[in-house]
């Protein structure tokens, strides 16, 4: 399933950076003023007999989960998340992303400040949408997806925006204040693969944390949560077992034509989706996965894989804490200084490192 955050380095290096860009870096930073420019204190919102009922309990929920972050799981919340925006659109933008048609590695686009990341933003669904075009003619894997929220990463307050209140449930929302303000706390530039990964750990693991303290361990939120994460592993059991058999293939690239790779890819992908359809999505309870698609190209797997396929090096470095979230902050800092931060974190997890941030 898509992630609600991708926009966070084009967002950010319109604000932050100098580009030779120019054209795409003005469109981007006259999108983004006006979003942030467009900002309603919270509190007033909620006070005011205009707003509608519900309105008010999802703008409610999200500034206690920003208040859980804080006080339960240490992350920094600077000014985040004291404002809403609402706007007329389902998405606030777009992002494309891409990856040869032969290999899993996602393309690149270099920002300064903040390095090399496999995505870029659009405010305009034409624009995007212009753009993958434009890199499907040079031969890659395209996908261009909406997002409903981005963060700034502390350089500017983030706003709850109104696609990320109304996007999905009440799981979705806790989960993604969470997960963006995980970015907000740490933000490693050019290392992609590590910023979503860690955060979308953390975002998941304070969703988890946030539902027993407020609804309860019997609550039926919370089995609905039991439930959904059960159907999320089994999608990423099935996206795994999809990455693994494309890269066995796209290994053989040297001794392969490349249309009969091609062939073979398109193969994978038809045969891994029938057997999703056919045998997994009917032993699933939640709607959304039951009816739920494998990615169909490399540019949308290797996105997917960027938050979610490396998810057991961030679980088992939260069990070396204990479960101590702060623990797992330190370690994060610590794997953060290094040139790949996510074997760091491996390898100061297989050497009992983790020791030395316990209470």
Known sequence: MTKGCGALAALVAATLACSTDTAWLVEQGVGQAE???SARPIGPLVRDARVPAKVKRRLALAV???TFAKEELG???GFQYRSAVFLDAPAVVYVVSAAPRTSLEPYAWSYPVLGELPYRGFFSIDDAEQAAADLAARGLDVDVRPVTTFSLLGAAPDPVLSTMLFSSDELALVETVIHELAHATLF??????????????IGREGRRRFVLKHWGAGSAI???MDSRDRDDEAYLRGVGALAFDLRVLFAQGGSVREAELLARKD???VEHQRHWEEEVAPTLTSLRYRRAHLPNNNAELSSYGIYTLRRRVYQEAFESCREEMRCL?????RAAREPDPELALTETVH???AEVFLP
């Open 64 to 66: 206690a989960a920003r």
């Open 35 to 37: 979003v942030l420019l």
């Open 222 to 224: 919370r089995t609905r």
């Open 329 to 333: 902050l330190a370690l994060l800092r």
């Open 188 to 201: 490693v530039p050019g290392q992609a693969a590590f910023n979503e990964g860690f955060a979308t750990f």
């Open 75 to 77: 992350l920094d919340v």
């Open 267 to 269: 193969r994978i992908f």
């Open 351 to 353: 050497r009992g490192g």
